[in-house]
């Protein structure tokens, strides 16, 4: 059984900064693309970045340059990293992987960004 466990989120000012980390169990973790996704109020899930097993990142265009996704293997652990964050940056934080022809969401971790 594949399992993401989240950890991190919290109250956050605007401007400020924020570290999440998901850790995996269940998979041969550095073989896999893992990925953050998220979803704000009212809105529909969205990625926020990915890295795949040969550390290639790719990361969505609203949080280009705000965000540094990274991995170690060696813990199984993926981790968000975020800077400047905005209003819009609040949302529920998701990890994902996809194995065995199937995706794997953590439970997520709330993320305010709120004065």
């Known amino acids: 059984q594949v399992r993401l466990v989240e950890r991190g989120g919290g109250l956050v000012q605007p401007g400020g900064s924020l570290r999440l980390h998901c850790v995996a169990s269940g998979i041969n973790f550095k073989i896999y693309t893992m990925a953050w996704y998220r979803q704000g109020p009212g809105k529909e899930r969205e990625l926020v970045a990915q890295i795949a097993a040969d550390g290639a990142t790719n990361y969505a265009e609203s949080t280009q340059g705000r965000a540094t996704i990274s991995r170690d293997n060696a813990r199984n652990t993926v981790f968000l990293q975020m800077s400047s964050l905005k209003q819009d940056d609040t949302g529920v934080y998701y990890c994902?992987?996809?194995?065995?022809?199937?995706?794997?969401w953590g439970q997520g971790t709330q993320v305010t960004v709120s004065s």
């Open positions: 994902h992987t996809r194995s065995y022809g199937h995706d794997w």
